[in-house]
């Protein structure tokens, strides 16, 4: 067993007060983090050459929320990919003088080193040509994942009148700024443990294993109800037929009181030094919550390994 993986501990706060995180372990094995934090003002990134370092990791902001107009609140769930020979970060944002005005934003870094290179804003998400619903209306949360040589984007956005309802939805990328192909549903929050305080799926995370896609996201508000839901797809099906993918009936991961860990959600994967796979995901450690979930910061990066059933499918578990 490697040093780096001897230094991790699963199931406990390992960054604390970091929401929504995401691990990119690049092709060169360096892995990079980044993650909600609690101001909503800018995104940070930090690298390390090992999993656990990833911890102690010197943090450097890349880019803060403009002064007005859009992107300038409500800076949300960053997501850090390397596609074509570039960076690119997935964020969410909204206009501090329409706070809830939330859309899906990109930015671009053509230099080799994401955290001393130049990023540039490419605005807005664009949707496809014929489509006109796209990022219409309070959208966030968008991952990127590659299939057969395709790149498919997966976000939320609510729909709907008073409280609304929030949405998984997919689209295959034209660009990396922009879709070619129309949304499609994925799923909506059908079950009582997607509708507590809010009717709720977002936070769309994407793992291939087995010739499987497994599409993890978030249910319900963010407080001890948080919890994780999944949906699955074979790699060789249209992954633009909803059809295609199954939905489980009730959460694959939820709040455990027993080991203090409540409202677990918004997760990532990852894979440790030897190649296992780990589940990135935030959690409180605290049932009660003072003040408004949202604004409160104790949302703290943790990690859990994943194991496989005899079919294939991923098992969560707070187990080690």
């Known amino acids: 067993m490697k040093k780096g993986t001897k230094e991790l501990f699963y199931n406990k706060p390992w960054i604390m007060q970091r929401a ?3 691990i990119y372990r690049h092709k060169d094995g ?5 993650a909600s934090v609690p101001a909503y003002d800018g995104i940070v990134l930090r690298r390390a ?3 656990a370092g990833l911890a102690r990791a010197e943090e450097k902001e890349i880019w803060h929320k403009h002064d007005s107009g859009a992107m300038s609140h ?16 997935y964020f969410a944002a909204g206009d501090k003088d329409a706070v809830w005005d939330i859309r899906p934003y990109v930015l671009e870094c053509a230099d080799q080193d994401p955290l001393t290179g130049i990023w540039v804003e490419k605005g807005k998400m664009g949707r496809a040509e014929e489509d006109s619903f796209s990022f219409e209306a309070f959208s966030l949360d968008g991952t990127v994942f ?17 409280s609304q309802i929030s949405n998984l939805y997919i689209a295959e990328m034209d660009t990396p700024c922009k879709l070619r192909t129309m949304q499609v549903l994925l799923t909506t929050p059908d079950y009582e443990w997607e509708r507590t305080g809010f009717w709720v799926n977002e936070g769309p995370a994407v793992i291939k294993k087995n010739g499987k896609i497994f599409l993890t ?24 037929d909803p059809l295609s993918w199954k939905k489980e009936r009730y959460p694959v991961l939820k709040t455990e009181e027993s080991i203090g860990i409540y409202g677990p959600g918004h997760n990532s994967f990852t894979v440790d030094e ?25 949302r703290h990066t943790m990690l859990m390994k ?15």
Request: proline share 5%.
């Open 217 to 240: 996201y978030s249910a319900s508000d963010t407080g001890a109800a948080y919890c994780v839901g999944m949906l699955t797809a074979e790699e060789d099906s249209d992954l633009l």
């Open 306 to 320: 994943i194991k496989w059933d005899e079919e294939g499918r991923p098992l969560f578990g707070y187990g080690e």
């Open 74 to 89: 409500h800076i949300w769930a960053p997501e850090l990919h390397y596609i074509n020979g570039a960076w690119y970060i």
């Open 49 to 51: 050459e090992t999993l």
């Open 146 to 162: 590659e299939n057969k040589g395709k790149y498919y984007y997966v976000w939320a956005e609510k729909v709907g009148v008073g």
């Open 274 to 298: 030897e190649g296992n796979d780990i589940f990135v995901y935030h959690a409180r450690t605290e049932g009660e919550i003072e003040g408004n979930p949202l604004y409160n910061p104790n």
């Open 30 to 34: 360096i892995y990079y983090f980044t």
């Open 20 to 22: 929504d995180p995401y």
